[in-house]
């Protein structure tokens, strides 16, 4: 991966944290990952070029003002005061070479000095064995703290640990020697002939970013959640809220003085219009 730093940025060894959408339904980690930069009044230190990635070009997400400030595919930014940086990405990986954008990915965080990864997706409710009859949303995670997913600090935060993880799973450990750079094809981790249910987790873009930085040797988190196609801003609000409990922030360290204590992207509101009453979730 190459990237093209701004004029007079850097990357700030004081921003250890990254965090980073991984495609998927609902665009849940993209929009959240949006409201964070724009809640912390990150700045834009790079564009990346992957040739993985899909290219697309649009209008400022940030705004406050549309003034043709062109956003790309691959972005990074950095909010020195949070002491986080963030990657947005804003089209996808082309088929079949998912495993190697993850694996291109993990080198360049560890070649700019991050050290702690948090992957912000989103899961098929369609694909959920149990159903939470509760109204408040369910937060999941992955951890590399332990080889079976787990941690108990993220257990204390009342999320739970996505069952379906199982290293030992035929195809979690394909993606694993995949981007360890075993003698596997990952035609084999994009196959979806006979899919079990834990086949498809193991076959979401979270998964192979969590399993290349994991083999990097990164401290590497994910946050989920289970979504339906639609407007999911009130899924990304409440991801969002959940990545301030995991950095141990409180709500008032990264809210701005938006609607609902978050500011809202320029690109939502020509999108979904004005953001909910998060009140009422």
Same mark, same amino acid.
């Given at each position: 991966m190459e990237f093209s730093v701004v004029e007079g940025e850097s990357f700030s060894p004081s921003c250890p944290t990254l965090?980073? +959408?991984?495609?998927?339904?609902?665009?849940?980690?993209? /929009?959240?990952?949006? /409201?964070?930069? !724009?809640?912390?009044?990150?700045?834009?230190?790079?564009? /990346?070029?992957?040739?993985?990635?899909? +290219?697309?070009?649009?209008?400022?997400?940030?705004?406050?003002?549309?003034?043709?400030?062109?956003?790309?595919?691959?972005?990074?930014?950095? !909010?020195?005061?949070?002491?986080?940086?963030?990657?947005?990405?804003?089209? +996808?990986?082309?088929?079949?070479?998912?495993?190697?954008?993850?694996?291109?990915?993990?080198?360049?965080?560890? $070649?700019?000095?991050?050290?702690?990864?948090?992957?912000?997706? $989103?899961?098929?409710?369609?694909?959920?064995?149990?159903?939470?009859? $509760?109204?408040?949303?369910?937060?999941?995670?992955?951890?590399?703290?332990?080889?079976?997913?787990?941690? +108990?600090?993220?257990?204390?935060?009342?999320?739970?640990k996505l069952e379906e993880y199982d290293p030992s799973h035929k195809r979690w450990s394909c993606l694993t020697g995949i981007v360890e750079g075993g003698d596997f094809s990952e035609d084999m981790v994009d196959d979806t002939d006979e899919m079990t249910i834990n086949d498809y987790y193991a076959s979401l873009p979270f998964a192979a970013l969590f399993s290349a930085c994991k083999a990097k040797g990164l401290k590497v988190s994910c946050v989920l959640c289970y979504c339906s196609e639609g407007d999911n801003m009130p899924e990304s609000f409440q991801l969002a809220e959940a990545v301030c409990k995991l950095l141990g922030y409180g709500p008032e360290k990264f809210h701005g003085n938006g609607s609902n204590g978050w500011t809202v992207p320029l690109s939502w509101k020509s999108v979904y219009g004005p953001p909910p009453d998060m009140s009422i979730f």
């Open positions: 965090i980073m +959408p991984a495609l998927s339904i609902g665009n849940v980690g993209q /929009l959240a990952v949006d /409201l964070l930069i !724009s809640s912390a009044w990150a700045k834009r230190v790079a564009y /990346l070029d992957e040739p993985s990635v899909l +290219p697309c070009a649009g209008n400022d997400a940030f705004g406050p003002d549309a003034v043709g400030d062109l956003a790309l595919a691959l972005e990074a930014y950095e !909010s020195t005061s949070h002491r986080l940086a963030f990657i947005q990405q804003r089209s +996808p990986v082309i088929t079949g070479m998912m495993v190697s954008f993850a694996k291109s990915v993990a080198d360049f965080i560890s $070649s700019v000095g991050k050290d702690h990864i948090v992957i912000l997706s $989103s899961l098929d409710s369609g694909k959920r064995r149990v159903i939470d009859a $509760s109204s408040n949303m369910q937060v999941y995670y992955l951890s590399s703290c332990n080889e079976d997913g787990s941690d +108990p600090e993220y257990e204390k935060l009342g999320w739970k």
